[in-house]
């Protein structure tokens, strides 16, 4: 999954659901530049709600696990559900 483009920032476990991981992928990747596997890494969606194509790092609103909270390459910071 992470081969996808040139560059891969990381991926990042949802600290309240393990089974969630999100894959940071950026400049050059196909399509969206954050992936949601709900297993485990087995199968991967496309996190289709972000305004951006970069994404750099996942983190966790710590008083609500339906919040993430994204920053781009450009430095920005989007925030939204943890799931379409």
Do not use: H, Q
């Amino acid at each position: 999954m992470a081969r996808k483009g040139p560059e891969t920032f990381g991926a990042t476990v949802n600290p309240k659901r393990p089974d969630w991981v999100y894959l940071c992928l950026t400049e050059g990747a196909p399509g969206p530049g954050l992936w949601l596997s709900k297993d485990m890494g087995d199968t991967w969606e496309p996190f289709r709600g972000l305004p951006f194509r970069n994404a750099m790092r996942v983190t966790f609103d710590p008083e609500d696990d339906s919040i993430i909270y994204v920053s781009t390459f450009g430095g920005s910071v989007w925030m939204g559900p943890a799931a379409e």
